[in-house]
């Protein structure tokens, strides 16, 4: 007849044989701490109305910022006269993305919808450049848009514990855009007199000459005026 192992051996035999076969042991005080899971929606909900706040009280006149980027006339600018102007006007995020917070006031002058990507194209007040201003409409923003997130200031990696974490607020807020422009009948923007405020990025990692012919604002709020 076999004898069976006290308690204590048995659970020492068990921990032994996971630990042979890789397995990770988790304390039972531990097993429980993944039901506190993440919830990006919990997150904006709580930080929205600062998010949209911040962007209508501290945004910089996009007319201002473009005079001061100067591109040539392809659009261009060398990465160094940029990051000044970037320091100056917005934020360097740790991946070289450049992020501002804008408004400005303007004529639409297109309506592109033939897309989920929609965008109005605006000929803001107070600048005559080499750069087209293009706003997100919907019904979709691409996936890969952090703009809002990153340019606000107050939303960092370190906060959270992941890039999945980190990413999952943008994606998020991503969508409160999106619910604005739900609001919004694009189509009939056309010639219209329009005053946005939202954030835009200007991607410069791994180049010299950044090309800022076009620049895509995602929106927190458009308004006819």
């Avoid at 706040?53 to 990465?79: C, F, H, M, Y």
């Avoid at 990507?117 to 080499?130: E, H, K, M, W």
């Avoid at 997100?136 to 370190?158: K, L, M, N, Q, T």
């Avoid at 200007?202 to 620049?215: S, Y």
Wanted: glycine fraction near 10%; include cysteine; charged fraction near 20%.
């Amino acid at each position: 007849m076999r004898t069976a192992l006290p308690p204590v051996l048995a659970a020492v035999a068990a921990c032994v044989l996971a630990w042979a076969l890789g397995f990770t042991v988790v304390p039972i005080d531990q097993a429980g701490a993944g039901s506190d899971a993440f919830d990006p929606g919990a997150y904006v909900d709580g930080a929205w109305e600062e998010i949209v706040a911040t962007i209508r009280d501290d945004s910089v006149d996009l007319a201002e910022i473009l005079g001061a980027i100067a591109p040539n006339a392809d659009g261009q600018v060398q990465k160094e006269a940029l990051v000044a102007v970037t320091e100056r006007y917005g934020l360097v995020t740790p991946g070289e993305a450049h992020v501002y917070k804008v408004r400005f006031s303007g004529t639409v002058t297109a309506v592109d919808l033939d897309s989920s990507l929609g965008t109005i194209g605006v000929a803001i007040d107070g600048y005559d450049g080499p750069v087209r201003v293009q706003v997100y409409v919907g019904p979709r923003i691409p996936s890969d848009e952090s703009s809002v997130r990153d340019a606000v200031g107050f939303i960092e990696f370190g906060d959270f514990r992941d890039q999945t974490e980190y990413g999952k607020v943008a994606s998020e807020i991503n969508g409160r855009v999106r619910a604005v422009l739900a609001t919004i009948d694009a189509a009939a923007l056309q010639g219209a007199t329009v005053t946005v405020h939202g954030a835009m990025t200007i991607r410069t990692f791994n180049l010299v000459v950044i090309d800022v012919g076009v620049v895509r604002i995602v929106p927190v709020a458009i308004e006819r005026t």
